[in-house]
């Protein structure tokens, strides 16, 4: 797997239509980002009423109208879909975009959205085993000609997704998430990358549960990815980075962000870099408008080229 940097935007969709999500998206491709993610939600948080388009139609839907740029989810909540349908659905992306998708799954987490939608609400612990069996049986139907699985939860029997998809042996799975009992051990196991929630403590910290874990489950830690979730603010200038920095310094992105004009904006990535992150999934501070996407493409991402 390649260990150059990578950045992709991490493009929720709060407020946007659909053509307005794939202007984004293909203003994204223009400028050379490796990737757009997308938010599994019904609704934004705290803004319920804004336009929020549905997450895996959107990525069907993109996947049609772009060429070059992959397309994510971070992340897609397992609780909303039998899983063997969600393999089958993501499938058809995959084979859509040509082997442009990105697999990004996590066990699910705003109770409100489920109660309004009329699913169940376990406890953390249950949904944590939905998910890994969730992730199991995602990866049987991508890579088996007859897929059977039973689990406390889910089962499947001589399940059949034909075509498989482009990418082989099955798209990249991303898991979002950095529960050091459980979900890094589900990383461990299942993920070809490892997305770390921005917000965090200690990067070192979790990194090193992490490589514990791989150590524990006989993993190879070079095979995977590791990716941070991150809040940019940057600006031609310095007037302009604190204004970006006050629309966005309440966030709760806000304690990890990275925050300057381009130059300064380098040299903080590149010290995350050392710290063996590879791929950056950014929201920018002004809540991705092009100005920012633009700037950072033109005088960020060159230095890593």
């Known amino acids: 797997m390649s260990k150059k940097a990578q950045f992709a935007l991490f493009s929720p969709q709060a407020g946007l239509n659909w ?7 293909l203003l ?12 599994d939600h019904m ?8 336009d929020h388009v549905e997450c895996l139609t959107s990525m069907a839907g993109l996947a049609a109208k772009t060429s070059t740029i992959r397309i994510g989810t971070l992340v897609i909540c397992n609780s909303y879909r039998n899983p063997a349908l969600l393999a089958k659905s993501l ?3 995959d084979q859509i975009s040509n082997g442009r998708l990105e697999v990004g799954v996590g ?7 489920y109660k309004a939608y009329g699913y169940e609400f376990p406890s953390m612990g249950a949904r944590l085993k939905q998910f890994e069996e969730g992730v199991h049986i995602m990866k049987l139907l991508f890579t088996e000609k007859r897929a059977t699985f039973k689990g406390r939860h889910y089962s499947i029997e001589d399940a059949i997704n034909n075509p498989k998809p482009v990418q082989k042996p099955h798209p990249p799975i991303t898991i979002g998430g950095s529960g050091e009992k459980v979900m890094l051990k589900l990383v461990a196991r299942f993920a070809d990358r490892w997305n770390c929630p921005a917000g965090y403590k200690s990067f070192e910290h979790k ?5 514990q874990h791989c150590k524990d489950v006989g993993r190879d830690l070079n095979q995977i990815d590791i990716s941070e979730q991150l809040l940019v603010a940057i600006g031609a200038n310095d007037a302009e980075v604190e204004q970006k920095w006050n629309m966005a310094k309440a966030m709760p992105f806000a304690s990890t962000a ?3 004009t ?6 903080e990535l590149r010290k995350r870099i050392a710290m063996g992150i590879t791929t950056f999934t950014i929201i920018f501070a002004d809540f991705n408008q092009p100005q920012s996407i633009e700037l950072f493409a033109r005088e960020v991402m060159p230095a890593f080229a």
């Not at 053509?19 to 998206?25: F, H, P, S, Y």
């Not at 990194?207 to 490589?211: G, S």
């Open 19 to 25: 053509n307005q999500l794939c202007d984004r998206a």
């Open 28 to 39: 994204c491709e223009r400028l050379g980002y490796h990737s757009i993610w997308l938010v």
């Open 43 to 50: 609704w934004t948080r705290g803004m319920p009423d804004l």
């Open 91 to 93: 499938t058809t992306i």
């Open 107 to 113: 066990a699910g987490w705003m109770n409100e959205e």
């Open 207 to 211: 990194f090193n549960v992490l490589k």
């Open 258 to 260: 990275i925050k300057g």
């Open 262 to 267: 381009p130059k300064h904006v380098v040299e």
